[in-house]
């Protein structure tokens, strides 16, 4: 069974786009997303699964503009999201012209598309786009209450994100060059990737993600390292959030590797834990995917950050398998991001 | 923009599993089929849904013993349903140990998933498995109204398939060799492919899912023939039925290309029109992936046909964006299935 697919030809990320909404905005990482919007979060649409479509839209349409790619350029999108059939992605994409493969991976899906994009760049030598989102009004009313009944969420509950990110990978480095950004020493590449398998630990309660996904986390890290996988600089976790980053924390100590001094997660960093109160942290498809598009591909087109492993972590259930009883299986999916610098010749 | 991906290296169908249930299992192509459990279609659960998940493990289970493999031969495990946030899949695939990718095609979900499987396989040498499953009483649920409500159902309305189709690929020959049936003359392959995109005709009726569909299904066969693509011997769409069957050889006929001396479709095939009260036909995942599976494999490995165009249709939509008034955006996915003949040598 092939664990970690390392890729012959590394993927360039040559652009990536983010967009926030209100929460995000106050957040502090604000500054690094590209559209960060203030306000009721509609996005000028008149329901919340509509708004949650525009962020994939407007994600989108920013990341090829940075790419410097017209629609069209792109020869496949890949998408997914939280909504009941991912009518996010549907109706956010439709009006661009490229093939177009739909993807559930719950909150992974980000770290699920920039996998097969790069497993597809690198062998078919194409162009591609891995986008996601989540919107916290839709969400929560879909998987527990309307906001507007106000019911009272444990310490264990997450803030699902508003937001929506958008990647372009390349196999080809004039593409990245290209698109770099002025000011840009690094080119981030993705050079190896491990899909996740579905784990389930037994965990039933809808308020405490975390719980539930860590194990997969632990389960894809263990054999990543188990198949040869070097310690990177930064382990970045999707949306663990507080209770599940401990957990991963101590199972992979138990397992013999502490990475407790490499290690965060986005759903920690996109909110301020002290001043917005956000109970164990941000979730969601567009919490990984805006903190990587934004704040995280930025430091290490800077030269800060170098070698980040991105473990994308999604609970797989619905609200009827909850109310069935059922046990909340979960998944992780892991994609190795390096960056390799600008030579002074390439600056040309 | 690439639209036609034609493979290097051809995958081979090694083998296929079809799981059914009540209808179908009186319908014309009862004997083609794995599984056909006559009864309430629960499977020895007690939800539907569950149910559902079960079809999935059934299926995945005797693809795998029919490919003489054990569970961990697989190198991925690529599947998608109809259900929310899909838990068909992550309920019933849960047990296997392999890496899994979860998709969202709708009722595209069998093609998207052969188009990633051989796509996977024939760029990484691995052995792939695709899954996908629909279930009349969790889809109509879900989508319209509960079966005991008794609602009527229009003329262009179809039946969701009990069933799942489960296939294993894998690019080595000796693979598919290995699992040829007795009698087999072709091994079926996938050699080319053209993933879909979104197609908006502007359809917002949910009891007319072939005339949402069928206009994605043109766009993906006109971009194939343009990219050059050779006329099959069967053009077989997975679920447009009688009004979207008829839809797409009038938009063909309209483009210059007559398809109706060699085009069918799996809606159409599964139940007995005259006989079976299903309005416009079958559809759901389940319904190509088992007819493609079982009678049409068999067919092709029996060497009755050597040249079929798979095209999954599939439309994009849920409950909610049809009450909000939202068109039903739909895409067609293609994949190019012939079949080689074993060579006297070879079956020694």
């Known amino acids: 069974m092939k664990s970690i697919y390392r890729l012959e030809k590394p993927v360039y990320i040559t652009a990536s786009a983010s967009v926030v909404g209100h929460e995000e905005s106050e957040g502090p990482l604000a500054e690094t997303f590209d559209t960060a919007v203030k306000g009721d979060d509609f996005f000028g649409k008149d329901t919340w699964e509509k708004a949650e479509a525009e962020l994939q839209r407007l994600a989108l349409s920013k990341a090829l503009t940075k790419a410097l790619m017209t629609d069209g350029e792109a020869d496949i999108i890949l998408s997914g999201d939280l909504l009941n059939q991912c009518i996010g992605s549907a109706q956010g994409l439709c009006g661009f012209v490229s093939p177009f493969l739909g993807l559930y991976g719950a909150c992974s899906t980000a770290a699920e598309g920039l996998m097969l994009a790069s497993l597809l760049s690198s062998a078919y030598g194409i162009r591609a786009a891995a ?37 372009v990978l390349s196999c080809r480095r004039s593409d990245a060059l290209r698109a770099s950004p002025a000011g840009a020493a690094q080119l981030p590449e993705i050079f190896e990737v491990c899909p996740g398998r579905i784990v389930d630990a037994g965990i039933k309660d809808a308020n405490n993600m975390g719980a539930a996904m860590a194990p997969a986390a632990a389960d894809t890290l263990c054999r990543y390292f188990e198949g040869g996988g070097a310690m990177p600089q930064l382990i970045l976790t999707g949306d663990l959030g507080f209770e599940g980053s401990e957990i991963l924390m101590e199972i992979m100590a138990d397992c013999g590797a502490d990475i407790s001094d490499r290690y965060n ?84």
């Open 265 to 348: 997660d986005c759903g920690l960093m996109i909110f301020d834990r002290k001043r917005q109160d956000k109970h164990a942290g941000g979730s969601g498809c567009g919490c990984s995917a805006t903190v990587l598009a934004g704040h995280v591909l930025r430091q290490m087109r800077l030269g800060d950050l170098k070698d980040v492993l991105f473990l994308g972590t999604g609970a797989l259930m619905n609200t009827m398998s909850v109310q069935q009883g059922a046990d909340i299986p979960s998944i992780a999916h892991l994609v190795h991001i390096r960056s390799s610098a600008i030579g002074e010749e390439e600056k040309l």
């Open 131 to 167: 986008v996601t989102s989540s919107h916290n009004a839709s969400a929560e009313r879909q998987f527990r209450s309307p906001l507007e009944y106000g019911g009272q969420r444990p310490p264990t509950a997450q803030w699902t994100v508003t937001g929506s990110g958008a990647f």
